[in-house]
């Protein structure tokens, strides 16, 4: 395993060793606001998805069609997550070899990679059948099995991106 992982380490020390990740990394005031941008990018695509989920399971919006629901709410959840993704893709940039032994992180990326293969399995199986029941208040078993499991995804990725600045298992 240590020797498939040898590459990606190389990678990761070499962009570490780059002038602009040493300058993020050593700024007094871009950090912090990257990481502040990071934080409220990523409450604003989850919030959304929640919200979207919520619809999902029957629990709430229960008055608007699904079909309207995600309307609305598709642009800002891909807003979030386009802002999400370069916050996070700087802040991993500025300091790769303090990600690259987190389980947290590593942790976040593969749920995050579940997250967005739940995302697509919805789209493209569920989805396709909105019309018969986007009105209805109780919406099929795949429809509130992806709010579900979407709702837990997303907050094992919340919760282990938290946890990254705490990562008591590295050597």
């Not at 629901?69 to 916050?87: A, D, N, Y």
């Not at 018969?132 to 979407?150: E, M, N, Q, V």
């Amino acid at each position: 395993m240590a020797e498939l992982m040898m590459p990606l380490r190389n990678v990761f020390q070499w962009v570490s060793e780059l002038p602009t990740s040493i300058a993020i990394r050593e700024s007094l005031f871009f950090s912090p606001y990257l990481t502040v941008a990071h934080v409220i990018s990523m409450c604003l695509f989850a919030g959304l998805i929640v919200m979207m989920d919520l619809r999902l399971l029957g629990i709430g919006n229960m008055s608007t069609p699904f079909s309207e629901v995600q309307k609305r709410l598709f642009p800002w959840q891909m807003l979030g997550m386009g802002l999400s993704s370069v916050t996070g893709l700087t802040l991993t940039y500025s300091d790769p070899m303090r990600f690259y032994v987190n389980i947290f992180f590593w942790t976040k990326m593969l749920v995050m990679v579940l997250a967005g293969i739940n995302a697509m399995a919805f789209h493209y199986i569920t989805y396709n059948s909105v019309v018969r029941w986007d009105t209805r208040s109780t919406t099929p078993f795949g429809a509130r099995l992806s709010g579900a499991l979407s709702i837990l995804l997303w907050a094992v990725v919340i919760v282990s991106g938290r946890l990254i600045p705490y990562n008591w298992f590295q050597n």
